[in-house]
């Protein structure tokens, strides 16, 4: 196995990659959600923090110093050793009746008995010098031993377990790593992904003329990629021609610059040509460059035509409908499962909601049904036709309803959104 790839297991579910091929006997959805997690986890990578965020720790986590690591000052204010008055004095060592301004963070002298918070003393003049005396909102013990200091490992010991294997870091989590003297942290890679969208029909900016059809994958999934754990490192559209897709499978796309050996992907995603009409070129180029085929369709409406391979050198790729509803669903069947595992993610579980209204389901396949809570139930949203994204933009999740449809109260599976995940 090539290290830089995902290696799917050989005990999964291989159909030939034949244009000729008869009807595909289409993959349970459950079974699809397995197949495209059944791959090994990427290597490690060394990263500076500020790129770490979103990412896994592939080894435990332990600081490399007390935290902090000096005491200090949680207040503005003085530094005071002793009963007042005290003398005020420049000094890192302070002896009984003597104080030192001092600002939020700073290093406490030794000797310091607490912090005198600003709001509560006032300096005056004395002979000799200027003293330091406590205000009458200063309660009378002002201020108690150690009071606002920050003691020397307060938060952190070092050597002590931070953050186990396996965590995923938010920003929260960077900056105390930072605090514990790293500069790098160690996490798993980022799958690279390569999206090649298809279609001859499909244009990219302005009002589509009739017959054409508007983009929408080029804008939305490097996004959602990213969403989902993975890093887009190229973007191409390809004619509805077997040789250009194959050599965009091959990662030699006419348009594309990706010569570096970073940009070459783990993972591919195409939209459109999953069918097996004769201008749905994906299985032509998947044999042509003798890919195993190991989903070749799903038991589910919308989306039952994607496709999931593997290439010769490793790379995983994701083959979706043209249809944006549908290819949605796909990726939230085969792309989130497939990015989970390469990044180490433990699997998603499914929710679950109780029904508001029912849903027929007479086709034998698993439907996936954008839906809205409203009252304390699930109901369906409108706009859910397999080429159409405007119920899945107000939508709180999807359901799963199963092959037998789902009655009114009844409890079914709903799949979170990636952009609501986070």
Do not use: K
């Amino acid at each position: 196995m090539n290290e830089h790839h995902a290696s799917v297991s050989a005990d999964t579910v291989e159909l030939t990659a034949d244009a000729t091929r008869m009807a595909p006997t289409r993959v349970d959805w459950t079974r699809a959600r397995m197949i495209a997690a059944d791959v090994e986890r990427l290597p490690a990578e060394s990263v500076p923090l500020d790129r770490a965020v979103g990412r896994r720790l592939v080894a435990d986590l332990r600081s490399l110093i007390d935290v902090p690591h000096y005491a200090s000052s949680a207040m503005d204010g003085w530094a005071v050793a002793g009963e007042p008055p005290w003398q005020l004095v420049r000094s890192p060592w302070l002896e009984a009746g003597q104080a030192t301004p001092i600002v939020t963070g700073g290093l406490v002298p030794r000797g310091v008995h607490g912090i005198l918070r600003s709001e509560h003393g006032a300096e005056r003049n004395a002979v000799p010098g200027r003293q330091l005396v406590r205000t009458g909102s200063a309660d009378a013990d002002e201020p108690r031993a150690g009071q606002h200091i920050r003691p020397v490992a307060e938060e952190a010991r070092a050597g002590e377990l931070i953050f186990p294997v396996g965590e995923l870091l938010s920003p929260a989590h960077i900056a105390v790593i930072a605090a514990c003297g790293y500069n790098e942290v160690t996490v798993v890679r980022q799958p690279r992904v390569a999206i090649v969208n298809t279609g001859r029909e499909v244009v990219d900016v302005g009002v589509p003329q009739p017959g054409s059809v508007r983009d929408s994958f080029g804008p939305q999934f490097p996004a959602l990629v990213e969403m989902m754990g993975g890093r887009v490192v190229w973007q191409t559209h390809v004619d509805d021609d077997v040789d250009r897709l194959a050599r965009a499978l091959g990662f030699r796309a006419d348009d594309t610059d990706h010569t570096d050996d970073t940009d070459e992907p783990d993972v591919i995603i195409t939209t459109g040509g999953t069918g097996s009409s004769d201008v749905d070129f994906l299985h032509r180029a998947l044999h042509r460059l003798n890919a195993r085929v190991l989903i070749d369709g799903i038991a589910m409406r919308p989306g039952s035509p994607s496709v999931l391979a593997r290439l010769p050198g490793g790379c995983v790729v994701v083959g979706l409908p043209g249809n944006p509803l549908a290819a949605m669903m796909g990726m939230l069947t085969l792309t989130q499962p497939l990015l989970d595992s390469l990044t180490g993610t433990p699997p998603r579980r499914l929710g679950a909601d109780v029904l508001g209204a029912a849903v027929e389901n007479r086709r034998g396949r698993t439907h996936l049904v954008p839906y809205s809570r409203v009252a304390g139930a699930a109901h369906p949203v409108g706009w859910n036709g397999s080429g159409m994204m405007r119920g899945l933009a107000i939508a709180d999740g999807v359901l799963v309803i199963p092959p037998q449809g789902a009655d009114v109260g009844q409890r079914v599976q709903t799949i979170t959104l990636p952009w609501q995940q986070r």
